[in-house]
């Protein structure tokens, strides 16, 4: 009994880490088994909509690269 008691007094540094991860991996499980989840709203893909040229925003200083001569370079 006296090896034992010498052996946790000499490693109680580990044993207090390892009780620390299993607490919170206990806490993590608890947590994740609780929480209400809600299967219909899981990957939804919403559909992609036409979008009308107005709406699509440029900024000024990309503006002035964005040609025909620019974008379609090899076509002439």
């Known amino acids: 009994m006296e090896k034992l008691i010498d052996f946790l007094l000499n490693n109680y540094i580990w044993f207090l880490i390892i009780a620390l ?5 206990l806490i993590g499980y ?20 036409e979008v009308e040229e107005e709406d699509n925003m440029v900024h000024p200083s990309v503006e002035i690269y ?11």
């Open 21 to 25: 991860i299993l607490v919170f991996a």
């Open 30 to 49: 608890l947590v994740d088994a609780t929480t209400i989840k809600d299967k219909k709203h899981k990957n939804e893909v919403k559909p992609i909509t």
């Open 66 to 76: 964005t040609n025909e001569d620019f974008d379609e370079p090899l076509m002439k």
